[in-house]
């Protein structure tokens, strides 16, 4: 007995592939699959919670269809390791003794082309960094810095090609507080940290994920060893507010 | 004495025609904007992108392979103008001095726009959100130098204008002299008539 099954067992070892035929009537065959109903897209539908992981993400896809809407940065790889964007950011300002920490980074592809475009890709692009700031003098407060900048495209078959110019973008601020009336000392001022940010010449290659039904799709930006894995921004922007007035 | 003879020499030389033209290097701060209808002053240049501002400049940097341009404002922070805030917020671009043909000009290849912005979120913070934007325009600068004037450059923009420049008094913006220059606080709102508090 035992022999038997040693036997049958080396058979099925051999051929691991057995595939069984099932033949398809013809008339079957002739029916056009009903496919699934169009679902409009929710640029801010969140396509699931990001999770904090100490393990390299997978990074798979293809070159989007159409590129568009905002996205958020969710987490970040590099060197093997994915962690969650912003804890990686509080963790360099912690290390640096920084008064203020990046809390968010957008990239905004615009709006949705019509339904009948295909291969849409965004003349410009913009990238916006928020950080937290706590700073003596200024209080806490939030702060927004964000630019627009015309982008070229390269198609590629296993990816898409983004390519963000070189340029420099810099804000700062001071408070001042106007002296009593008559008296002309030099009015009480505080400094903010300057904020700046500094990009080369940078090619982004670009995979997107099988997008959920009505969801944007996951995106991952890649860079040498650096992975951006961006999800569709959440609409609680901390301007939002701001923005409005 | 010596230095004196030579001005005089140098004065009565013509002007190489063959020189290349002379290159805009440098911090510069706008002066007036000629457009078709006139000139106008820079404060009420910058202002108009910043209605709600009192104090405003712009400076072009003209750098190694680059121009930098940045928007300096105060603004009132509360409504009793007794706090202001100083916000400066610039975007720097790669750019080309071109003087091939004889006449000098810098030539941007990437339009940038940037907006700056901040939100108090604890009390003791800015009370007023702060919104500060700068742009530069991809295209050919032309540039003239001028003698004999407040300004000692003229660029003319990609859309047509043309930017007198002068020299800066300050590198960085002095907020506080424009803050000692700022229009005193509105007057407190008069009372209606029947409401509490009103004279009879």
Known sequence: MTVLLSLIGAAWAESPELIIAVPVPEEEEAKPRPGPAPVPINPTKRVRQSVARDVERTVSGTPPDNLFGRYTVVEFTEGGLTDRFVGKMARVARALDDDCTTIRMDFDFGQQPPEDVTGHRPAVVTVAQTRRCDKGGLGVYAEELAYEVPVGWMEGDEYLTLRLPALTVISDYVRLRRPADGDMRTPPQWLAPENRIERDPTEFHILAEPARRGALPVLHLIKGGRVLHLEAAPEDSLFMDAAAQ | ?200
């Open chain 2, 1 to 200: 004495m010596h230095a004196a003879i030579m001005s005089l020499l140098l004065a009565g030389c013509p002007a190489d025609p063959d020189a290349p033209p002379e290159k805009l290097v440098g911090l510069w701060e706008l002066h007036q904007v000629e457009t078709s209808q006139g000139e106008i002053d820079s404060l009420a240049v910058v202002l108009a992108d910043f209605p709600s501002c009192v104090w405003g400049r712009r400076t072009f940097l003209f750098g190694d392979g680059m121009l930098r341009v940045q928007n300096d404002v105060l603004c009132p922070s509360a409504v009793n103008h007794d706090e202001f805030y100083g916000c400066e917020v610039a975007v720097e671009v790669p750019a080309v001095w071109d003087d091939t043909d004889g006449s000098g000009k810098w030539v941007v290849s990437t339009r940038v726009s940037a907006t700056a912005r901040t939100k108090g979120l604890e009390a003791g913070s800015l009370d007023v959100p702060t919104t500060c934007t700068v742009a530069v325009a991809a295209g050919t600068y032309p540039v003239a130098s001028v003698r004999g004037y407040e300004w000692r450059w003229e660029i003319q923009a990609p859309d047509g204008q043309v930017y007198r420049l002068r020299d800066p008094p300050n590198d960085n913006p002095d907020f506080v002299a424009a803050l000692r220059g700022a229009p005193p606080p509105p007057p407190p709102p008069m009372p209606e008539e029947g409401e509490e508090g009103a004279e009879p």
